[in-house]
């Protein structure tokens, strides 16, 4: 990855937990920014692991309403607030899926007006967006790095929330070569958070 | 550090990131974790770090935009843990300023507004797509008898119902169709419109496009003026799961179909954003 890049990517990390300790103090303006920000990662994904759009604007509601209301749980020696962020989302959309409610086929739809509140969008956020176009990039580029079973491996626990040894009985491969692909998978996958000098 | 040097909590790691420990491992690994393990502490970081790459290469797509305005209003009215409201499906607007619209995802906003509307008001699908192209404005109605049959029904009412559009590419630019298909019976219905009658020693071909190739999902022919205008067929994917399908496309072919498709392709159409 570049340098420049990861820089900048470690910057927001740092304006992240800035906006989280605002968040603490309830700054609505803050929550308002964080959401700006990975909204637009975050509803792909509900989307891409609940299908429905519908439970996809659930999910993503739910995720930044947990944020305002529990930023205190946020463990700041597991990772920085965004993959805390997604992986609230990631683990609601999975919970959802396997959820009984979620299998039920009848369901009402309730509409409702929304308001209009003022753009809170600014041009530091504006920037943020782009830097996390620019790294997705990357991690684009660098998941070529992968095997195709690795991939698929890694896309099935992630997506489709399937336990190594369901992978392993869909795949019909041994266990241990499901958990092998994976633990190389991820050492790949994180190899794009390092800087190539210090990259295994 | 050595493998050998890997304390056994480390493997659980993983899977603990993933949701997948059973509750008795799951409570053993977090009191380890609250004993103040360093090392597993380290490890989940980085493997949280790790995961949350993965959404970043799907496409980044904005919700609708009504829908931080609601969130906005819930944490003003101070309510705890409100009920998510839903919103109004008509007027999704994504921001095309920060991210273009990817066209798979309509698929998927399509899908939803149709379930919908096919619940409500019958089999009559109008102007639903009006947002994604002049092409889709000519919508055709589901054809009765078909959308009466009780398989096509199965698949419209499913709850996870995908609609895929295939559009027309050289020699049939203005044909187009799609695919609605339920991905967890693999049940299908392909539409087409304005696709050439087919030659009397040809049929057309559908492929399902995976990361690794496309693979035969059956032939068809379009013989009748009725079918040139609407074609209807009811297909089963059975060639994979949902996650390998990267798209759809349909080939002119041989009698008997081809193991390869040929160029031509006469009708294309993505699952997922590009990767
Ligand atoms: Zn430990």
New binding site residues.
């Given amino acids: 990855m570049l340098p420049a890049l990861l820089s900048q990517r470690n910057e927001q990390n740092k304006q992240d937990a800035d906006l989280l300790k605002r968040i603490q103090r309830r700054d609505q303006q803050a929550l308002a920014l964080l959401y700006d920000r990975y909204s637009p990662v975050l509803y792909p994904l509900a989307l891409r692991i609940v299908v429905s759009t519908e439970e996809a604007e659930n999910l993503v509601q739910e995720v930044f309403l947990h944020v305002w209301e529990k930023s205190n749980g946020y463990p700041a020696d597991r990772g920085s607030v965004y993959s805390w962020i997604v992986a609230l989302c990631r683990n609601r959309a999975i919970d959802r899926l396997r959820s009984k409610e979620f299998k039920k086929k009848s369901r009402e739809v309730e509409t409702k007006e929304a308001q209009i509140v003022a753009d809170l969008s600014m041009d530091t956020n504006t920037r943020a967006i782009l830097v996390m176009k620019g790294y997705a990039e990357s991690v684009r580029a660098a998941l070529k790095n992968l095997s195709k079973l690795e991939v698929k491996i890694l896309e099935m626990s992630y997506y489709e929330g399937h336990s190594q040894s369901e992978i392993a009985r869909i795949l019909r491969m041994p266990l241990g070569t499901v958990k092998t692909k994976m633990r190389k998978g991820i050492q790949k996958l994180r190899a794009v958070t390092r800087r190539e000098d210090e990259a295994a | 550090m050595k493998p050998e040097e890997r304390?056994t909590?480390?493997e659980l790691c993983i899977p603990y990131v993933f949701g997948r420990l059973n509750p008795g491992n799951r409570k053993q690994f977090e009191t380890?974790l609250g004993s103040g393990?360093a090392?597993?502490s380290k490890e989940l970081a980085q493997l949280y770090e790790a995961m949350a790459l993965l959404p970043l290469t799907i496409h980044q797509q904005q919700p609708p935009q009504q829908l931080k305005g609601i969130l906005m209003q819930r944490i003003g009215s101070g309510k705890e843990a409100p009920e998510p409201v839903r919103i109004r499906t008509e007027q999704r607007m994504p921001d095309a300023a920060v991210s273009p619209p990817q066209r798979p995802w309509f698929g998927y906003a399509i899908a939803f507004v149709l379930l919908v509307i096919i619940v409500a008001l019958g089999i009559y699908v109008n102007d639903l797509f009006r947002t994604v192209g002049a092409q889709e404005q000519t919508i055709v109605e589901l054809r009765t008898e078909l959308a009466h049959s009780a398989e096509v029904e199965k698949i419209l009412q499913a709850r996870r119902v995908e609609i895929v559009l295939l559009n027309g590419y050289e020699p049939s630019s203005t044909a187009f169709g799609r695919i609605i298909w339920d991905p967890l019976t693999k049940n299908a219905v392909i539409q087409v419109s304005g696709l050439p009658a087919t030659p009397d020693d040809k049929v057309y071909q559908l492929w399902v496009v995976k990361r690794d190739g496309p693979v035969n999902a059956g032939v068809f022919t379009v013989t009748s003026e009725k079918d040139r205008k609407n074609f209807f067929e009811l297909v089963s994917l059975t060639v994979g799961e949902r996650y390998e399908f990267e798209g759809f496309m349909v080939t002119l072919e041989s009698k008997g179909g081809a193991a390869q498709p040929t160029e031509p392709k006469y009708l294309m159409g993505t699952t997922k954003a590009q990767q």
């Fill in positions: 304390h909590h480390l380890h393990c090392e597993c």
